[in-house]
Every structure is written in structure tokens, then in C-alpha cells.
């Protein structure tokens, strides 16, 4: 067993003496000062350096760790409050007991016997002192010591207990850390938590090297730009150039910011950004951004106007010349010059301006009181919504600006960047004023229903203030860092889905639906506008061409299923080029295209829409549904079959649709007294199938199809062929509105159906069908099932809300089950 012996103890603050290191430290404190005397006074010169706990002055037992160094003094230089002294540390001891004794502090310590490996040879030992070698070597370099001193170094420690306490006192870690190396016996162990930690500082030091690298490139860089750019300056000063050239664009940029008539708050920000472009020098990094941002105020319209034309007869010529049909967006249009210019005339007309206040001043304010709302133009890709945006600028006399938000998900694309980032800009909107060069432009907002969101912001929320006549006269840009006034632009947004844009910004904007076009508008816009595009855009000369009714008909039903044109144009192009290439091959000098003409150019048809069936059928109604592509019908098939009276859904129906067929269920059911159907025949399976079954389909307005369907099935009673119908239903048999209804009768009527079934709350919306539309088909409003029955089934009648048969009695035969 080790035998103990008391020594005095040195107290350590902030630092872990290892065995085999020699240590400086300074020592001040009368304790630690008579601990080293009493030292000194012994042959061994022997003392416990031991680290303490917290960093304190004075030191009590409980201060102290318990496992220290047995160190030896080395060379002691005495000065003014104190001493300096080296302490060289021999080897691990344990405190057995520590206590005061003449003024300083004394510790019984016993030696800590180090645990080595079984087999020092062991390969993975081996491996491990190797490895712990060559990255103290590393590490040594990286610290900027002497090559050949490391290696000298490393060369006189052999074994792996040493080496580990050597690189342990060279460690930029804790003292906490340190003393746990101190405190680890067994010499592997150690060996690995030191080569873990030389790895880590290595690292360090590796990734502060690049870094200082990359900051010395920088700075010599810059040091090299300026070392030329003055040279440069030289130069032009010899040659006569450059700084006069410099002047007369700050004069001249200074001339455009004294002419701005701009309000008080954007003056100072002008006038304190000068100020400091002015004060640094032109080598400056940061003269550049002022400037840039100088430039920008000086570039937009602060209160550059363009004067409208407030005639509302020229605007509607102008519009009607543009596009073709969309009475309800030109109306709207309309009334909103017709209010500008009413407001102005009253305003002008109410009182004369005094002399000191210009004309102009007059027309501005007349024109903030006839400012309208924010429209917004909604409907199916290819109506017109994007182009009729430039005709209404057209027809007002004002600039058109337009901005694409679709996939915008940056706040930043509307309100700008902050000038603390480099690279900053204005948002779009001020990009897009500044481009229109005046104050009271038409503003496009495309595709806003397309906007996304990010981390970085929402841009549909930065549009509410865009967007709020309320607000937008003091819309303030991240980088113009002041107000500016949008209140006198008109802004029109589109969007293809309402639903997607949130409530909020909904809320701000007066929609405007563009519904898709009957087949007769789309014939008068081909006739119009697409085919003399085409012939002109294709090369071909106004006579080499002619497209008769009838084949831009076949065009339209058999190659292309769209609300809008663009498909259509597409088409009529296609045929153009057919037609361009054989005048261009001389075997044709002009041609006249027939329907039987167009599959041979354009190819088998790609759209086959639905027809009328042939026939009545038993369990076989006709519906209608709605799409952004237009409307169309759909075939409701029913079918009765043996089983233990369950209903049967397929079609890929979604659960509104479900629940539209259990109505119908619940309602045959309940009333199929008066509805001729056998109680016997609910105890068999009914299977309600809409085709196409690829495609899902969902929605309340097949609730009348669905009903007639499984009426007809369940009564044996055919469904007429000739009537399309749509609407919700309820259990207790009420039909309820529905929407899309324009679209629905149109694509009827493409089908060849002349009688509509509509819910009696929808006959309102028959005025936004063509007049030529109305003309040509039959409209049964019904407010009950029982009186959509009645139109819908054959040989059946409305009598006191029920409905009779013309056949009521039926023989065995017909009533046997299939």
C-alpha cells in the first residue's frame, strides 16, 4: 500500500497542473505565499497543486477537488505583491484529508496509481497511442509552435500515460474538462478523451484558419480596389476626365430630387440621405447603395399624372373594338368612368379655382373624389380577364402596368427589401409604378389567387394594404423607407379560383365573374379576332383563307372542351399553318375550309362530348355538372338486382354525391306509395353508377338525376331522354339552389337538349343566358321532387303535390323480378 505524507497545499485558480508538465503561475495570497515558504524550508521541495472549484480568494477545504498533482518547486522570482514561481508536476495524488496548519492550507496525499492495459501491444491500444501522437503533432502546428520542437517534444514522451498528461496541459479547454482528464486513471481511458478533444480543437483552429483566410482575401481585395480606383483617379484627373463627369451626375441627380414635389416626410429622408452622400467618400461601398436608393426616389411618379379620357362613349367603342361579348365587365367599366367623370365635372363646376391655387390642383382633387374599388376579375383560364386589363387602360388614356404573383412567397415581392441587405430593392408594385412613370396607372395584379406562403412572409397578406383604398394613399415600401400614394391607381387583380384568395383580401376587392363563352361567342370571336390573327400571324394573305361557319364550328365541338379561346386559337392556328404550307408548296393558291375539310387537317377529333340518348330508358336520368372548362351533362344509371336491399355506389363518388343518392333512397322509400313502387322491391340490392368512373366527381346538383334515376329503376318507369336536369335535393323531397347553372344549360344544349329541370330558387339566373339560348329551350322551375317527377319521368302528371301514371296498373309479368 502507498504510504501518505502531508504537503502544503497550492491552490490553482483556473488551470489543472498534469504529471510530467511544468507550470508558471503567479501566486499573491498570504496562504498560498506561506504554503510555498514551508516548502521551500524541505529537502523535496515537494507541494499538492490542486485546482479549485470556484474562483474565490479565500480558499476553504471544501474549495478544492481532491485529486491534485505532487509538484516540486522550480525557479521562484520574488517581486512587488507577490511571486512568480514554476511548478513541476511529478504525479497524481489523492487528498486524503486537507485542514489549515500555520496560516496555510496542509493535505494529507496518498499517490493515485495509474491503470495501464493488460497488453500494452494490443492492436487497438496501439492504434489508439498512435493516433493520439499524430494529432497532438497536428495540433502542435496549428498553435504555431516550432516543427522540430514538437517533434522533439513528442519524441522524448514513450509512453501513453505521459503523452496523454503532456497534450492534456497544452488542451484550450475548462478546467472542469481538464479535471476530469486529471481524475481518469486508467490510461486508455484518458488516451481517448484526449485524442477527442484534440480532434475537436483541431477542427476549430482548421475552420478559424479558413476564415482568417477569406478575411485577409477580402480586405486585400477591397485594399487592391482602392489602390486602382485611386490610380483611376489619377489618371482621369491627368486626362481631364472622371471627377468633372462624377460631379455633373451628382448635380444632375441633385437638380431631378430638388424638382420632385414630394411630401414633407420623403423630403428630410431625400435630404438626410444626401447629406450623408455627400459627407463619405466616393469609394465608399455604402455611397453606391445611397445613391442607388437617390436614383429610385427621383425615377417614380411622386405626382407625375397621365390625363385620363373620361368619354364614356369613345371607352365602350374601345372596348367593343377589343373583345367580343363580356357585357357585364363592360357595363361595370363603364360605370366606373361614368362616376369619375360626373365627380369631376361637379367638382370643377361646384367652384372655380382661387389664383393662387393652379388648375391642376383642382382636376387632382376632383380626381381622388370619383376613385373607385380594387376590381377583381375571376373566372376559367382564356375568357379575356388578363387582355381586357389593357383595353380598359386603353380606353381611360391612362399607363398599363402588370405584375405576375403567381408562386409569389416572398413579403418582400410586395413591400420590398430593407436597404440593411445587400442587394435590396423595391417591391414590385413600387417596380411597377416606377415603370409606368405615372401616379395614376391601370395596375394588372395577375394570377393573385396563386400566391404562396413561406418562412419568409405572406404575400397576400402585404397586399392587403395595397389593396385598401382606405390605406393605400400612404403605402410604404420597406426600401423607400416613406409613404407613397397609390390611392389614384386603378387596381385589378384575376384569379381563376376565388376560394384559394384569403377572406381578408377577398373583402377588399369588387368581383367580377367572367363566365365561360357560349358556342355562338366563340364563333363571333374566331370570325372577329382569332382567325384574321392567325391568317396574319401565319403568313397567309386576308383572301388565301376563309373558314366557313360550320367548319369553325366542328372546330370548336370536336377539338377543344374550354370556357375560354386559347385552345381554340391554338386549333384555328394549326390550320392555318395546314393551309400556309401548301400556298408555300404552290399547290394551292387560296382555300376555302368546310367541316368535312377540317379532320383531314386538324386529325381525329380529341373531344367527344356527350349526347342525347337515343331513347327513354328505365333507371337512366340525365344530369348536369360544372366545370372551369365548362358545362356538360352526365348520365345517372340505376339498376335494381337480388339481394338484401343494400345501395350499391360506384363512379368514384365523393361524399356529397353519397349522400345525394341515400336522399333519393330515403325519399323513395318513404313515399313509395304514391310513387307506384312495390314495398317488396326495397328488399333488393339498388346500384346507382355515374360514368366515367376515372374521373371523381362531387357536389349536391345530381340530387335530382339521382332521384329519377332511382324512381325510374324502382317504378319500372322510363326517364325521358330529351330533359337534362340539376339541382339538390333534401330527404323530405324540397329541391335547394344550386350554382353554375349557365354553364350547365349550355353544355345541354351543345348535347342536343331543349328541356332544362332547374330549381324554381335559380330562375333568376336565366338572364345571364344569351337571348338566342333562351329562345331555343324549355325552363321547368320545380321547388319539389314530386314536381321534378313529373317532367321527368314519361306518361306521369302532377296532381295535389302527387304525382299519377298514365298506366297504374301493371301485369304480373311486368312486375316479376328481373
Do not use: C
Request: charged content about 30%; proline content about 5%; hydrophobic content about 40%.
Amino acid at each position: 500500500m502507498t504510504q501518505s505524507q502531508a504537503l502544503p497545499v497550492v491552490p490553482m485558480r483556473n488551470a489543472v497542473l498534469f504529471p510530467g508538465v511544468t507550470f508558471p503561475i503567479s501566486a499573491g495570497r498570504a496562504g498560498t505565499l506561506r504554503a510555498i515558504e514551508a516548502a521551500m524550508n524541505t529537502p523535496e521541495r515537494l507541494v499538492f497543486a490542486v485546482a479549485q472549484r470556484h474562483d474565490g480568494e479565500n480558499v476553504v477545504p471544501t474549495d478544492l477537488y481532491t485529486i491534485g498533482t505532487i509538484a516540486t518547486l522550480g525557479s521562484i522570482q520574488r517581486g512587488i505583491g507577490g511571486i512568480r514561481l514554476v511548478l513541476e508536476g511529478k504525479s497524481r495524488g489523492i487528498a486524503l484529508r486537507v485542514g489549515p496548519h500555520g496560516g496555510y492550507l496542509e493535505a494529507t496525499v496518498q499517490d493515485a496509481a495509474e491503470m495501464l492495459p493488460l497488453d500494452p501491444r494490443e492492436p487497438a491500444f496501439a492504434g489508439l497511442h498512435r493516433e493520439a501522437r499524430e494529432r497532438a503533432a497536428e495540433l502542435g502546428k496549428k498553435l504555431g509552435l516550432p516543427e522540430e520542437t514538437v517533434d522533439q517534444i513528442l519524441a522524448e514522451v514513450n509512453e501513453p500515460g505521459r503523452l496523454a498528461d503532456l497534450v492534456a496541459g497544452y488542451l484550450d479547454i475548462p478546467v472542469a474538462e481538464k479535471q476530469i482528464l486529471l481524475e481518469t486513471l486508467s490510461v486508455e481511458d484518458r488516451l481517448r478523451r484526449v485524442l477527442l478533444h484534440v480532434q475537436r480543437q483541431v477542427e476549430v483552429l482548421s475552420a478559424q484558419e479558413d476564415i482568417q483566410s477569406k478575411v485577409k482575401e477580402e480586405i486585400g481585395g477591397r485594399q487592391r480596389e482602392m489602390y486602382l480606383r485611386e490610380q483611376l483617379k489619377a489618371i482621369q484627373k491627368e486626362l481631364g476626365e472622371g471627377e468633372g463627369e462624377s460631379n455633373d451626375g451628382l448635380k444632375e441627380l441633385r437638380a431631378k430630387l430638388d424638382a420632385l414635389d414630394i411630401p414633407e416626410e420623403a423630403r428630410k429622408e431625400v435630404d438626410r440621405e444626401w447629406a450623408r452622400l455627400t459627407r463619405i467618400g466616393r469609394e465608399s461601398m455604402e455611397s453606391q447603395v445611397i445613391r442607388t436608393y437617390l436614383e429610385t426616389v427621383a425615377e417614380l411618379p411622386w405626382n407625375v399624372r397621365t390625363e385620363e379620357k373620361l368619354d364614356v362613349g369613345e371607352a365602350a367603342r374601345v372596348l367593343d373594338e377589343d373583345h367580343y361579348g363580356l357585357k357585364d365587365v363592360k357595363d361595370r367599366i363603364l360605370e366606373f368612368l361614368a362616376v369619375r367623370q360626373l365627380a369631376q365635372q361637379r367638382d370643377v363646376a361646384a367652384e372655380k379655382p382661387a389664383p393662387s391655387e393652379p388648375e391642376t390642383e383642382k382636376k387632382v382633387e376632383a380626381a381622388r373624389a370619383g376613385k373607385g374599388r380594387i376590381l377583381l376579375f375571376s373566372g376559367p383560364p382564356g375568357v379575356g380577364k388578363t387582355s381586357i386589363a389593357k383595353s380598359i387602360a386603353r380606353a381611360m388614356g391612362r399607363k398599363y402596368v402588370r405584375i405576375s404573383l403567381g408562386g409569389a412567397r416572398d413579403e418582400a415581392d410586395i413591400r420590398g427589401h430593407r436597404r440593411t441587405y445587400i442587394g435590396a430593392m423595391p417591391g414590385r408594385i413600387l417596380q411597377g409604378m416606377k415603370q409606368a412613370g405615372s401616379k395614376n396607372p391601370v395596375f394588372l395584379l395577375d394570377e393573385v389567387d396563386k400566391l404562396g406562403v413561406s418562412y419568409q412572409g405572406d404575400p397576400a397578406s402585404a397586399l392587403l394594404e395595397v389593396l385598401d383604398p382606405a390605406q393605400n394613399d400612404s403605402f410604404t415600401d420597406h426600401y423607400l423607407g416613406v409613404p407613397f400614394d397609390l390611392s389614384e391607381v386603378l387596381f385589378i387583380a384575376t384569379a381563376n379560383f376565388i376560394q384559394n384568395i384569403p377572406a381578408p383580401l377577398l373583402d377588399r376587392m369588387e368581383n367580377v365573374d367572367f363566365a365561360g363563352y357560349t358556342e355562338e361567342e366563340k364563333l363571333q370571336i374566331a370570325k372577329s379576332y382569332l382567325v384574321p390573327r392567325q391568317i396574319e400571324e401565319n403568313g397567309l394573305a386576308p383572301g388565301q383563307l376563309t373558314l366557313e361557319d360550320a367548319a369553325v364550328r366542328e372546330v370548336i365541338a370536336s377539338y377543344t372542351r374550354e370556357s375560354g379561346v386559347r385552345q381554340l386559337e391554338r386549333e384555328l392556328g394549326k390550320l392555318a399553318r395546314k393551309i400556309a404550307r401548301r400556298v408555300a408548296a404552290k399547290e394551292i393558291e387560296t382555300q376555302t375550309v368546310r367541316p368535312e375539310d377540317v379532320r383531314p387537317l386538324l386529325g381525329r377529333p380529341r373531344v367527344h362530348p356527350e349526347r342525347m340518348a337515343r331513347e327513354d330508358q328505365i333507371g337512366i336520368a340525365t344530369g348536369m355538372y360544372y366545370t372551369p372548362a365548362g358545362g356538360d351533362i352526365m348520365f345517372v344509371e340505376a339498376s335494381l338486382m337480388r339481394g338484401k336491399g343494400e345501395l350499391i355506389l360506384t363512379g368514384q363518388l365523393g361524399d356529397v354525391m353519397k349522400e345525394s343518392a341515400r336522399a333519393a333512397w330515403t325519399f323513395a322509400r318513404s313515399h313509395a306509395a304514391w310513387l307506384g313502387i312495390d314495398e317488396k322491391d326495397f328488399e333488393r340490392d339498388i346500384h346507382i353508377h355515374v360514368p366515367a368512373g376515372a374521373i371523381p366527381k362531387d357536389g349536391p346538383s345530381a340530387g335530382i338525376a339521382m332521384a329519377s334515376a332511382v324512381v325510374s329503376a324502382l317504378s319500372r318507369r322510363p326517364v325521358r331522354n330529351d330533359v337534362a336536369m340539376t339541382g339538390e335535393i333534401t330527404i323530405s323531397g324540397r329541391v335547394l339552389p344550386i350554382g353554375g347553372l349557365k354553364e350547365k344549360i349550355l353544355g345541354a344544349v351543345r348535347a342536343g337538349i331543349k328541356r332544362i329541370v332547374i330549381p324554381k330558387d335559380n330562375e333568376a339566373d336565366l338572364e345571364d343566358l344569351p337571348e338566342v339560348v333562351r329562345a331555343m329551350i324549355e325552363v321547368d322551375p320545380v321547388s319539389t321532387l314530386a314536381e321534378a317527377l313529373a317532367v321527368t319521368l314519361r306518361n306521369t302528371a302532377l296532381e295535389n303535390g302527387r304525382l299519377l301514371f298514365a298506366d297504374t296498373v301493371q301485369t304480373e309479368e311486368e312486375r316479376r323480378p328481373q
